[in-house]
């Protein structure tokens, strides 16, 4: 989790089981994703949904060592380094100062003031090539991945609970993914 937590790009698991293809099987299909789940915690604004949505693709491999030892590589590519993730998070603790958030009466008004500095601030972008909230933050500029992740992060960190949630989005002109909060 750690590892997670830290945006390491590979992780390694040395294991010397002999269920060792079952659980590569598990790696492989991905449920690797429900173990960086059990980050889950309404607390802190690094956790599952911060951290899942930002993963652009992971890939396993296995290597098998002979009398049960083997040793699992997990590949993540992120879609924001550690030091972007800092980034974030200075800047979503300068905004919730900017905002005067403790001194809003209600969970209302905190959400609406933190909703309006993202209307004011990000612009969508239609290359659809900024989809983070450091993209949001650092170039004004991001696609609803990015809106999303940043609002989860600001709502998180004034205390209140939110979940990023994606599926398919469909309009008057247009079906595809989307994410919200």
Known sequence: HLSALLRKEEIVISYTGRDYKEIFQSFKNEKFLSYIGTIDDVE????FDYLVHNISYIKTGMT???SANSKFTISIKW???IDELKYVNSQVDRILKKCDIDNKNSV???IKVLHDYIVENVEYDTTLKN????SALKKGSSTCQGYSLLFYKLLTEAGIKCRYITGTGISSKDTGPHGWN
């Open 44 to 47: 802190i604004s690094d956790d």
């Open 64 to 66: 098998y060592g002979g």
């Open 79 to 81: 879609r924001e380094s």
């Open 108 to 110: 209302y008004e905190r």
């Open 131 to 134: 989809e983070n909230a450091y």
